[in-house]
Every structure is written in C-alpha cells, then in structure tokens.
C-alpha cells in the first residue's frame, strides 16, 4: 500500500469518514472505485468547482485503485475535457457518501472467514512476488486478485514439476479458496489443482505488476541465486570461469 493525497473539498473527507468505521475507510473507498464507480455522463463537472476551498486528504492506496484511478483520469482526457487525479477523486468521494448517507447504518467490519494454508512454489517466487507487493499487503493483493480478476490460463509451466519447491504461507478469505476449488472443478483435468492454481496466479499477478513475463523474472532470481552460491563457495575467480565457459557454449 502507498499514501496518496488527494486535494478535496473542505469537509468532504471529514464527512466520508463519519460515515464508516476507522479500519474500514481505505477498503471501502478502494473498493467503491474498484468495482463500483463509473465516470459520469457530464464530463464537464472535473473542471468545475472552487478548488481554492480545499484540503489535502490521506489515503492508502494498493496498484490496483491506483491503475483505476489513472484510467479514470486517461479516459476523460482522452474525450477532450480536463481532469487530474484529485478531481476525480473529489467526484468519487461524493458520490460514494451519497450512497453511505442512503444506508441505514455505519460501515463496519464484516466477519471474514480467514484460512491459512502453505503453498509451494518453484524457488524465487516469493522473492520476485514481493518485489511487487510488500509482505504487509501479499495476502489482501492475492486474495483480491483472485476474486476480482484471475481466469486460469496456459497451465503447462505451473504444472512442471517443481525444481528446487520453497514454501510461503498464504492466509485469505475462504471465497478466494472456493473461487479456486471450482475452477478446478471446471477446468476438470488430471493435474490440475487449487495448488497449480495458486501459482499460477502469482504468475499472472507478477507478469501485470511488472508489465513483463514473471516466469522470466523468476527464473533470473534463480540464476541469481545459483551464482550467489558458487560464489560463496569456490570465489569470484572460479564464478568467473564458470560464466565465461557458459557464455561460449551458448554462443557454440
């Protein structure tokens, strides 16, 4: 998660904010632009407004509502008309209270099904996954990711057999499980696992976080490592050799 500031509306923040419980705010504001909130049909309201009344306000965001929020502000530019990040921030805002002040009562936390589970993967996967999405935010990302978004792909690579396994433990919510359990149903075929799944789905997350191919970024964190130990154990003469020796094969 990154803090992202926002130039709003004198008191809009204040009064969203009434509306939900503290350790509810970020969720429910990313959630409502993630899955809810639409661009209005008068895109001339991102120009209007007294922006000398504002406040800066603090939120947290994940790369998904950030790459939503840059949509959002790409697709009014695109048509002609102007718009910034805040601006359309203000116009979320607003319409997410309008929806809060129709409910009967405060946000608050639901009860969540939390279920924890180790998972393997082939050696470098944490590495790279977190090079994407620190350890504080990998299960909420995963579990988001999986609900929102993944559709199994190409399955071959995640169904090779593993090479050198290292574990991570994964804890979400039980629909994420679920969601994964009847893919495997659909998909129906000898092999194919909610473990082959999870994979790849870290494959999947990596290659759109990085905008390049995870199964390449894993393998290079895996000759990182082999190199490392060389090193460590015959020296930088002998991992020098043995680079230059691979070289010319490869080059034969």
Not at 13 to 26: I, T
Not at 59 to 69: A, S
Request: one cysteine or more; a neutral charge.
């Amino acid at each position: 998660m990154k803090q992202v500031m926002f130039s709003l509306f004198n008191g809009q923040e204040e009064r969203y904010r009434s509306l939900v419980e503290d350790s509810m705010q970020a969720k429910v504001l990313r959630n409502y632009l993630l899955n809810e909130y639409t661009l209005p049909e008068d895109l001339t309201i991102f120009s209007k407004g007294d922006t000398k009344d504002t406040k800066n306000g603090k939120f947290y965001f994940d790369d998904f509502t950030n790459e939503k929020l840059n949509s959002c502000v790409a697709s009014v530019k695109e048509k002609g008309y102007k718009a910034n990040r805040s601006s359309v921030m203000r116009h979320v805002i607003e319409e997410l209270i309008k929806k809060l002040e129709g409910q009967s009562k405060k946000v608050s936390p639901a009860e969540r099904q939390v279920k924890k589970i180790d998972v393997y993967f082939e050696r470098g996967t944490r590495a790279v996954l977190e090079k994407y999405v620190n350890f504080r935010d990998r299960n909420a990302t995963l579990e988001r990711f999986i609900l929102e978004e993944y559709e199994p792909k190409d399955l071959t690579y995640v169904m090779d057999r593993l090479r050198e396994p290292e574990q991570m433990k994964v804890g979400m919510d039980i629909k994420a499980y679920e969601k994964l359990d009847s893919l495997v149903d659909k998909i129906n075929k000898d092999g194919v696992n909610r473990t082959i799944l999870f994979r790849d789905v870290v494959i999947q997350l990596v290659s759109k976080l990085s905008k390049s191919d995870a199964r390449e970024l894993i393998a290079e964190k895996r000759l990182e490592y082999s190199l490392d130990e060389v090193l460590e154990v015959s020296g930088p003469e002998r991992l020098t050799e043995v680079l230059e020796s691979y070289i010319v094969k490869i080059k034969e």
